[in-house]
């Protein structure tokens, strides 16, 4: 079956990867075909589902079931090239009516066997919430209404979600580290999974570092993806398109612009990610290294924080939740200056101090919470370049 993916790849190293799509487009297009099937009675074996990316799915529908006021239908994960987890798991909805007559058509979602639950604050869900993220529920939501709307149906929608596989599933995630219990989430910010190969990716950064280099690029602004493309535009004198983005391979886009012969670097990252440079960790993936809060602790104890506080930072989930804590003892500034500097120690040791570096590490909350090296020289040196490319 056709599931309109069959065109769509993502070129990296000259390798054609397929993309697939999310386990919120699978929950999405089973809570649609199950609400076809309640308020019609009419058998669904496929559905159309529109994903925020803009790419049109067609869903085949797995096992199907009715019971006394609810229909449940089941689509299976598809990953494309990509090596997820999840890929092939079957993920279901439940859907049944309520308040028929008084009802506001609002949508009811829940989570069942195999969607973990969230524990601990600062996650995109409150404590309490089937972790099922927000813009997999805006699609749930809009593709049961749409359906409401279609077949004149006014009152709610009850919607609940399992992954009977997603117990086992979240053995192999760092969900329990999170605090998300009993389960997988339910994700995606697009609808689609984009495939990323490692080592294609890492070629695809080399190219666009060779041709910053070919361009008479001396110095480059890097930064790990759109958090730090967004600060850019906000906070610092550049447009994101100047910035080269390396995901979390840092230790590698130090080598290759060694190997470019580039004189120096300006990396800006989000401190949730950065901060693992201070352990001296230089893929900054989860699955190769979560020791943030360790980190932090570390160094927050040599900056005097209470043994209380410091207690208090080994029970975030976010680094957000960390920085409020030192904020509000009155010890970030000092936390922030010994991160920096352990930050800073270890680039420059992957560097072998052949390049000229600085570091801006931020919070979409907090602002730019450090500096460390060359970045105010940096920072005129590449906008000089900018200007230089302008006349």
Do not use: W
Not at 8 to 15: L, M, S
Not at 193 to 198: F, G, K, L, Q, T
Not at 235 to 248: D, G, H
Not at 263 to 287: C, D, E, Q, R, Y
Request: hydrophobic fraction near 40%; include cysteine; glycine fraction near 10%.
């Amino acid at each position: 079956m056709h599931n309109g993916l069959e065109d769509k790849y993502v070129i990296k190293d000259n390798k054609k990867l397929q993309m697939g799509y999310t386990t919120g487009s699978c929950a999405a297009g089973a809570a649609k075909a199950a609400t076809i099937m309640l308020l019609t009675g009419n058998d669904v074996r496929s559905v159309e589902l529109m994903t925020p990316k803009g790419i049109l799915l067609t869903l085949e529908i797995k096992e199907k079931s009715k019971g006394e006021g609810f229909v449940s239908c089941a689509v299976e994960k598809f990953a494309g090239d990509d090596p997820d987890v999840t890929d092939k798991a079957l993920v279901y909805a439940k859907v049944s009516k309520t308040n028929e007559a008084g009802g506001s058509n609002k949508v009811n979602i829940d989570g069942g066997l195999g969607v973990g639950r969230v524990t601990k604050p600062g996650l995109d869900q409150p404590v309490g919430n089937a972790a099922i993220n927000h813009v997999p529920r805006e699609m749930i939501t809009a593709a049961v209404k749409d359906i409401c709307e279609t077949f004149e149906y006014f009152g709610d929608i009850d919607v609940e979600i399992s992954i009977p596989a997603g117990v086992e599933l979240a053995r192999k995630t760092f969900n329990p580290r999170l605090g998300i219990e009993g389960g997988i989430s339910v994700l995606g910010t697009s609808g689609i999974v984009m495939p990323m190969s490692e080592d294609a990716l890492i070629a695809s950064i080399k190219i666009e570092m060779s041709m910053k280099r070919e361009g008479g690029a001396e110095y480059l602004l890097i930064t790990p993806g759109n958090y730090g493309t967004n600060y850019l535009t906000t906070a610092l004198p550049f447009e994101s398109k100047k910035a080269v983005k390396c995901s979390n391979y840092i230790g590698n886009t130090i080598d290759m612009a060694i190997e470019l012969g580039t004189k120096g670097i300006l990396f800006v990252g989000h401190f949730g990610k950065f901060v693992k440079l201070a352990g001296g960790i230089m893929n900054t993936h989860s699955h190769n290294a979560d020791c943030r809060m360790e980190i932090i602790v570390t160094n927050a104890m040599m900056a005097g924080v209470p043994r209380e506080v410091l207690t208090e930072i080994t029970k975030c989930v976010t680094t957000d939740d960390a920085v409020k804590l030192l904020k509000e003892s009155g010890y970030l500034e000092a936390t922030m200056d010994r991160i920096m500097e352990r930050m800073l120690f270890y680039v420059n040791q992957r560097a072998y101090n052949e390049l000229k570096i600085g570091i801006i590490t931020f919070s979409n909350v907090y602002g730019e919470l450090g500096k460390a090296g060359a970045v105010d020289e940096l920072i005129e040196l590449i906008a000089k370049k900018t200007k230089e490319e302008q006349l």
